[in-house]
T-cell receptor, first 114, second 114 residues
Framework: DQQVKQNSPSLSVQEGRISILNCDYT??????FLWYKKYPAEGPTFLIS?????DKNEDGRFTVFLNKSAKHLSLHIVPSQPGDSAVYFC?????????????FGKGTKLTVNP | DAGVTQSPTHLIKTRGQHVTLRCSPI?????VSWYQQVLGQGPQFIFQ???????GRGNFPDRFSARQFPNYSSELNVNALLLGDSALYLC?????????????FGDGTRLSIL
């Protein structure tokens, strides 16, 4: 029973173009969503987050969109750069009783070609 | 500023042995969580600790245990190791639980069971 799904295992884009990574969730109790980037041999690095009271959050080249009715969020990277090549994880938490349990998707490997 | 630090970085054990993994959170962070990441999957929540108390537990057997010390560092212990315990073990820290905030991860301990 996977509560957070990233249905695209991989994505390849050209440098300078937009990268769109998608994530779907099933648990309506999730109220906080995060994106992490992971390089090989390193831990996940926090990129951007969004609370369920918002539908968009922007930080530089990264924008996260949340569609609560569709239980869907997406990460937009524009313009994409070769250094963005990594595995991107979508994560969600329900904040129940102060628990910070994060539920992760399986990740999408992004390759940005020069 | 130092991020989350984990030790050791790599570890090789045999079936039936036990292992202790260590984590030091970011200075000022009081909440520590542990995750297991197997190849091809996203990180899976094991435990969360805050003020030395367990605040959350994932779906892992009792062979897994953890504790948090007065300086907020933490240990994860795994007894009676199985081949399936081979994974990357990640520690994450945050300021306090109960508010929407990102968790910051260390680079993990790569545990291999022979």
């Amino acid at each position: 029973d996977q509560q957070v799904k990233q249905n695209s295992p991989s994505l390849s884009v050209q440098e300078g173009r937009i990268s769109i990574l998608n994530c779907d969730y099933t648990n309506s109790m999730f109220d906080y969503f995060l994106w992490y980037k992971k390089y090989p041999a390193e831990g996940p690095t926090f990129l951007i987050s969004i609370s369920s009271i918002k539908d968009k959050n922007e930080d530089g080249r990264f924008t996260v969109f949340l569609n609560k009715s569709a239980k869907h969020l997406s990460l937009h990277i524009v313009p994409s750069q070769p250094g963005d090549s990594a595995v991107y994880f979508c994560a969600a938490s329900a904040g129940q009783g102060g628990s910070e349990k994060l539920v992760f998707g399986k990740g999408t490997k992004l390759t940005v070609n020069p | 500023d130092a991020g989350v630090t984990q030790s050791p970085t790599h570890l090789i054990k045999t079936r039936g042995q036990h292992v202790t993994l260590r984590c030091s959170p970011i200075s000022g962070h009081k909440s520590v969580s542990w995750y297991q990441q197997v190849l091809g999957q996203g990180p899976q929540f094991i435990f969360q600790y805050y003020e030395k108390e367990e605040r959350g537990r994932g779906n892992f057997p009792d062979r897994f245990s953890a504790r948090q010390f007065p300086n907020y560092s933490s240990e994860l212990n795994v007894n009676a190791l199985l081949l399936g315990d081979s994974a990357l073990y990640l520690c994450a820290s945050s300021l306090v639980p109960g508010i929407n905030q990102p968790q910051h991860f260390g680079d993990g301990t790569r545990l291999s069971i022979l």
